[in-house]
C-alpha cells in the first residue's frame, strides 16, 4: 500500500467549477508538497506546508496533521489548470519525497 | 537564474547499454535527489546526495548509482539496461539545512525521457 493515497484519480471539470483534491498519507511527516505537472514532465511546486492553510491566486492548500490529511481546492477553475496534481510527503524520519499517483484534471470551457 | 538543468532532454538506448544523466541545481543549492517516473505513475524516489555523499537510497537495484560534484552538480549512471527503466527521469534541487526554514522546498529540472527498445 502506498504510503500517499490521492483522490480523485481523474477529474474534469467545467470552467468555473470549484475544485477539490485530496491526499491521506500514512506516516509521520516534516513537510507535504502539492505539485503540478503537465503533459511533457516539467513538475512545478505550488505549495510546501506543515501546518495549516495556504493561499496562492486561486489555489488553497490545508492541511490537517492529526488526520493525516491535505486538501488542494482550485476557486474559478479554468482549462489552463487542466494538469496533473501530485501529492508528496517528507517523512520526518529521511530525506525523500513520497509521492502519491497524482490527479488527473480536466477543465472545459 | 537558470533553475535546475537537466541532460539530455531525450535518449534513446537498447537493451544491456549504460546511460549517463547529468544535473545541475538551482544557484545556491547543495542537495540533489533523483526520482524515476514510469508513465501514468508519480516519481519514485531513487537517490539523495548532499557533500557528493549518497545520504539516502530508495529501493533500486546497484544498477543505478550515481555521483556529485564538488560544484554540486550530479550524474545518475545506469548498467545494465532493461525495459523497464524506460521512464521519465527527475532531478530535484534543494538549499539542504543551509536554507533555513525553506529546506524542504524542492526544485524540479524538465526530467530527462529515457526509452529503452
Known amino acids: 500500500k502506498n504510503e500517499v493515497e490521492q483522490s480523485p484519480q481523474n477529474l474534469t471539470a467545467q470552467e468555473g467549477e470549484f475544485i477539490t483534491i485530496n491526499c491521506s498519507y500514512s506516516v509521520g511527516i516534516s513537510a507535504l508538497h502539492w505539485l503540478q505537472q503537465h503533459p511533457g514532465g516539467g513538475i512545478v511546486s505550488l505549495f510546501m506546508l506543515s501546518s495549516g492553510k495556504k493561499k496562492h491566486g486561486r489555489l488553497i492548500a490545508t492541511i490537517n496533521i492529526q488526520e493525516k490529511h491535505s486538501s488542494l481546492h482550485i476557486t474559478a477553475s479554468h482549462p489552463r489548470d487542466s494538469a496533473v496534481y501530485i501529492c508528496?510527503?517528507?517523512?520526518?524520519?529521511?530525506?525523500?519525497?513520497?509521492f502519491g499517483k497524482g490527479t488527473s484534471l480536466l477543465v472545459t470551457p | 537564474d537558470a533553475g535546475v538543468t537537466q541532460s539530455p532532454t531525450h535518449l534513446i538506448k537498447t537493451r544491456g547499454q549504460q546511460v549517463t544523466l547529468r544535473c545541475s541545481p538551482k544557484?545556491?543549492?547543495?542537495?540533489v535527489s533523483w526520482y524515476q517516473q514510469a508513465l501514468g505513475q508519480g516519481p519514485q524516489f531513487i537517490f539523495q546526495?548532499?557533500?557528493?555523499?549518497?545520504?539516502q537510497r530508495g529501493n533500486f537495484p546497484d544498477r543505478f548509482s550515481g555521483h556529485q560534484f564538488p560544484n554540486y552538480s550530479s550524474e545518475l549512471n545506469v548498467n545494465a539496461l532493461l525495459l523497464g527503466d524506460s521512464a521519465l527521469y527527475l532531478c530535484?534541487?534543494?538549499?539542504?539545512?543551509?536554507?533555513?526554514?525553506?529546506?524542504?522546498?524542492?526544485?524540479f529540472g524538465p526530467g530527462t525521457r529515457l526509452t529503452v527498445l
Open positions: 546526495y548532499y557533500e557528493e555523499e549518497e545520504r
Open positions: 508528496a510527503v517528507r517523512s520526518s524520519s529521511g530525506y525523500a519525497l513520497n
Open positions: 544557484s545556491g543549492h547543495d542537495t
Open positions: 530535484a534541487s534543494l538549499p539542504g539545512l543551509a536554507g533555513g526554514l525553506n529546506y524542504n522546498e524542492q526544485f
